[in-house]
């Protein structure tokens, strides 16, 4: 399942993560006082045993995944009785600023969730735990792993972080809605005239008070407009880092591709996004017929409407979907390092790993665990995220540290693609609103 397009992508992404150490002018708020918090905890003792009754806390931000995250808990508790784990859900708009405030703070997760980008952040500060030892005792096994996924959790010869999965995008879609409207499903060979054409057959109305939207344009940066702008082969950022891209061309052109669905009246605007969510009320609901999303959102679509499916994103100037992934670290300023570092070993463990790959929830990391995953939900074509990550994904794009940029960008769409905002010279104001947060 594992060919090389992703190792390279991956490898690519390390490199990207190592280069952003080098160009780093410090981490927006909080960064002394995180090194102060944290600094030679790596080197202090241990205060509680494994063996000793412990509660220790795990952060993550799905809540798509939860079932699965509490599975694997399940699984460890009953192998080791004298640790109890606490799961801490937090959403993704306040997890990184929860995470950041609480490791500077000195009260955080003992475990939590870590993405490429900013595992040389936190790893530069001092604020994780070295798993060397955990690999040197064969305690987590990293050759069970893409070298890429090792590496790109790896800072200055140093494994930080254990590989929990990866995930591409794809087009879902809602077949009974199709077949009402006698359109075709998406295919492979779907361009972009190909969705707006289905979305126009698809709507019922115009704007918010459409009976049916044809396709949600969503603002989030993973699995919306990153996907179109990198298929239309533009950029966020120049080589430096120092200016945005998104005025540019190639990226303005797929900004406004997606605005126009907006305007048009072939999506729902961000007002009515906030108050009903695409993933989990309009989309499954049937009220919008295609939605971009993630391969963590097979399972509870299906679950909610068996008339979903998924289809490859439709193709711009070039076929690409976003490739990202997670890990598991452990804060160094845990009271139970012991305890949080057999979590971590557990979770990258074969038997881990396969409670994750039965679930459905994501596709493991895990070499071997792939296919397991693939037929986790049969009624849905989970090979596209497989052929999405072997055959064209691309690395989530370089960018400054840290996701200032990112929530500006995000604020910035929902604002404009909501009833306050203005669609006009939406690029340049992207661009605006990147540029002020360095």
């Known amino acids: 399942m594992m060919k090389r397009d992703l190792l390279d992508l991956v490898k690519q992404l390390d490199r990207a993560a190592s280069r952003r150490s080098v160009l780093r002018a410090g981490v927006a708020g909080g960064a002394a006082a995180t090194a102060a918090a944290v600094t030679g905890s790596r080197q202090g003792q241990r205060s509680a045993r494994a063996q000793d009754a412990v509660t220790i806390s795990y952060g993550f931000w799905d809540v798509t995944q939860q079932e699965a995250v509490e599975a694997q808990i399940a699984a460890f508790q009953e192998a080791n009785p004298n640790i109890t784990v606490s799961p801490q859900l937090t959403p993704w708009a306040d997890y990184w600023t929860k995470l950041q405030t ?31 030892p955990l690999v040197e005792d064969g305690s987590i096994d990293t050759g069970a792993f893409p070298e890429a996924l090792i590496e790109a959790y790896t800072f200055e010869d140093t494994l930080y972080a254990a590989s929990r999965d990866f995930d591409t995008i794809g087009l879902f879609y809602n077949s009974e809605l199709f077949d009402a409207a006698g359109v075709d499903y998406p295919t492979a060979e779907w361009t972009w005239e190909d969705l707006r054409s289905a979305a126009e057959a698809l709507t019922i109305g115009t704007g918010d008070d459409a009976e049916q939207w044809g396709f949600a344009v969503t603002t989030s940066y993973q699995e919306g407009i990153t996907n179109f702008i990198l298929q239309n082969e ?11 891209q998104l005025a540019e061309p190639a990226a303005a052109e797929a900004i406004n591709f997606l605005s126009s669905f907006i305007t048009d009246g072939l999506s729902p605007s961000t007002d009515v996004q906030l108050t009903n969510n695409p993933y989990e009320t309009l989309f499954p609901a049937g009220r919008v017929a295609m939605v971009t999303g993630g391969s963590w959102r097979p399972k509870p679509l299906y679950e909610a409407n068996p008339a979903i499916n998924v289809a490859p994103l439709p193709m711009g100037k070039i076929r690409a979907s976003v490739i990202h992934g997670l890990g598991h670290a452990v804060w160094s300023g845990s009271e139970h390092q012991e305890a949080a570092s057999l979590l971590v070993a ?29 037929t986790s939900v049969p009624e849905v074509n989970m090979e596209v995220f497989i052929e999405a990550a072997n055959e064209y994904a691309a690395r989530v794009p370089d960018g400054p540290d840290g996701s200032e940029w990112i929530n500006a960008i995000v604020e910035t769409l929902t604002t404009a693609w909501g009833s306050g905002g203005s669609t006009e010279d939406l690029p340049q104001q992207l661009a605006d609103a990147a540029n002020a947060t360095l």
Do not use: H, K
């Not at 703070?105 to 993405?115: I, K, R, T």
């Not at 979770?347 to 665990?369: K, N």
């Open 346 to 374: 557990f979770l990258a463990s074969a038997e881990g790993e396969q409670i994750l790959a039965d679930s459905g929830a994501t596709i493991p990391s895990r070499e071997g665990m792939q296919e397991t995953w693939v």
């Open 234 to 244: 533009g950029r966020y950022w120049n080589d430096e880092l120092t200016e945005s």
């Open 102 to 132: 609480g490791v500077a703070g000195g009260e955080s997760w003992d475990v939590f969730w870590l993405n490429f980008a900013n595992l040389p952040i936190f790893a530069e500060q001092n604020g994780l735990v070295s798993l060397q």
